[in-house]
């Protein structure tokens, strides 16, 4: 097997937090990304995801529904743009965001989601049951690597102990909320789907669930620096399956 066969087969690069900080930095200083536009593609990347893991056939109850909890970080702002494309993908979201974020761009995208006519929850009902019967999915889109776990309070606690016991499959954006980034965990929510924003991260080196990658955008140089061996995307796909 040739050196350019050995690449195409090599694992890809599970970056740490510092890393993926530091790349994420470089594509919005050097490369002019801006956050808007990546909120935008990782949002329909996530959407993607979650529609390939869950298809429209596949669903058993009559209607397709997703709850999508956003909180009021960046992961949030992802949480928001993939509810509003899982909407144009013919599902039907709900979206149940708990803290409302002064920062405009979250601003922004709740007022997209509400001008679409997506439903926003008040609060988060206490009864796991209700929310099984309610939702085929759950999209967990509370808290990401851009989060200090030490500084996580009310209602965010509440919500992540209602997310630990429920039985309805459950799509993470970007790690699992409640998971140190750079350190597997055996504790905290256990979500069905794990969707990767960019690279994977060190948490999910041994996640067991369906584990897809959102990253297929991303400069050449920015792949090489970082080493990242990204895997191929097939056809004009934005994520792949890990």
């Known amino acids: 097997m040739n050196s350019r066969n050995q690449e195409c087969v090599e694992a890809p690069r ?21 956050r808007q536009q990546l909120t935008e593609i990782l949002g329909h990347a996530c959407a ?23 909180g ?34 979250h601003q922004d995208l709740t007022v997209q989601c509400e001008r679409m006519d997506l439903p926003f929850l008040s609060y988060l009902p206490t009864e796991v049951q209700l929310i099984n019967d309610a939702y085929n999915v759950v999209v967990d889109a509370v808290l990401g690597p851009e989060t200090e776990l030490k500084a996580i309070d009310e ?3 509440s919500i992540l102990q209602t997310l630990r016991g429920l039985k309805v499959p459950i799509a993470s954006l970007d790690i699992p909320s409640g998971w140190d980034t750079d350190e597997s965990s055996s504790e905290g929510i256990s979500p069905a789907v794990l969707v990767s924003l960019m690279t994977p991260k060190r948490c999910a080196l041994s996640f067991p669930g369906s584990h897809f990658l959102a990253g297929r955008f991303l400069p050449y140089d920015i792949q090489k620096k970082y080493e990242l061996n990204l895997p191929k995307f097939s056809g004009t796909d934005s994520v792949v399956e890990l």
């Open 14 to 34: 599970y970056l740490s937090k510092e890393e993926a900080v530091a790349m994420e930095t470089e594509l919005l200083r050097d490369y002019r990304f801006g």
């Open 48 to 70: 993607t995801a979650i529609a390939k893991a869950f298809p429209l056939t596949s669903l058993e109850k009559r209607q397709p529904t997703v709850l999508v909890i956003c």
């Open 72 to 105: 009021p970080d960046q992961n949030g702002c992802v949480g928001l743009a993939c509810a509003r494309h899982l909407h144009v993908f013919e599902y039907i979201p709900t979206v149940f965001s708990p803290k409302r974020s002064p920062d405009s761009l």
């Open 155 to 157: 209602p965010l606690t």
